[in-house]
């Protein structure tokens, strides 16, 4: 088999992070060295609540550090509108016995990292806050860390604003900072992730597993649909966070482009907003490889292949 890959996954954990989880953690080809926690669909204590819910409901004994509970400069947006108040709506989970780490998130993400002889991959699913606070704290991890797979961003549309993606918009400063970082990296953006919608045949198709964390990725499906359809009228909702962790688990799960992509902190309009460079027109040296078109059978194997072993 092939050597697996250490990861970090970093989420603020709602509908979509949470099958991030379950899928990575069953994923052959991953190591999860931990998953860090930050704000962001909701605020750090309720997802941070989330994340221990859903280890804890799945048996998932990966460490779960509480990380920055609020954006490097701007004022805290959340999205309850498509979470809910809890930020993970829906399903209803007991008290977890599971805890967090007494180790900050960030404390984390730079002793996992200075360990890591250049093989560990960050995967973060929500705003960027705790790997930029990581990368501010302590420069030198950047020569450490083999590469980033991030949910976030668009070079199409947004949807919190109509040019930003919310994960980018909730924290510019910080996505400017690992866009910057030079490490190599991939934007799994809107583009990408509406490509990932969670149809009628998709449901059925984890449904048919028969498992008890398989009926609760429905419930969280179902949760989300009603949501998107509401918010923004789509029939089936994108699972966005888990098109990071398939890259990681398999390279042709998406093609990418190599881009230059800025991040806009000052617009009144754009704020958050990547702007790539999609034709080269800046001559700029590419940042980042941008996810451009899913293989949508090979993402779907990998998710329901992850819901199996439960």
């Given at each position: 088999m092939s050597k697996k890959e250490k990861i970090i996954l970093d989420v603020d954990t709602g509908h979509d992070d949470a099958i991030a989880v379950l899928v990575a953690a069953k994923a052959e080809k991953i190591d999860l060295r931990g998953i860090t926690v930050v704000s962001g669909n909701q605020t750090l204590p309720k997802t941070l609540k989330n994340t221990l819910s859903i280890c804890d409901f799945a048996k998932i004994d990966a460490p779960v550090y509480a990380g920055m509970d609020r954006p490097l400069v701007r004022e805290q947006v959340t999205a309850p509108d498509i979470h809910g108040e809890s930020g993970l709506g829906?399903?209803?989970f007991p008290a977890p016995a599971?805890?967090?780490?007494?180790?900050?998130?960030?404390?984390?993400i730079i002793e996992e990292a200075l360990n890591s002889e250049g093989e560990l991959i960050l995967v973060p699913t929500g705003p960027l806050t705790n790997i930029a606070t990581a990368f501010n704290l302590k420069p030198k991890i950047k020569e450490k860390i083999k590469k980033i797979v991030l949910m976030g961003g668009a070079y199409g549309l947004g949807n919190i604003t109509p040019s930003a993606e919310f994960n980018?918009?909730?924290?510019?400063?910080?996505a400017q900072v690992v866009f910057d970082s030079q490490i190599p990296l991939v934007m799994t953006g809107l583009d990408l992730t509406h490509q990932a919608k969670a149809t009628q045949k998709?449901?059925?198709?984890?449904?048919?597993?028969d498992n008890r964390i398989a009926d609760l990725s429905v419930e969280l499906i179902e949760f989300f649909r009603q949501t998107y359809k509401n918010t923004f009228g789509f029939d089936s909702p994108p699972l966005h966070d888990p098109c990071a962790v398939a890259k990681v688990i398999d390279e042709d799960v998406f093609s990418t482009k190599e881009m230059r992509v800025d991040i806009e902190l000052n617009s009144q309009l754009n704020r958050g907003r990547t702007v790539c460079d999609f034709y080269n027109r800046t001559k700029k040296e590419p940042n980042a490889e941008v996810a451009i078109n899913l293989n949508k059978e090979k993402f779907w194997n990998i998710v329901i292949k992850s819901l199996s072993k439960y």
């Open positions: 829906g399903p209803t599971k805890t967090a780490e007494d180790k900050q998130a960030v404390d984390f980018i918009y909730v924290d510019p400063e910080a998709i449901i059925n198709r984890i449904s048919e597993l």
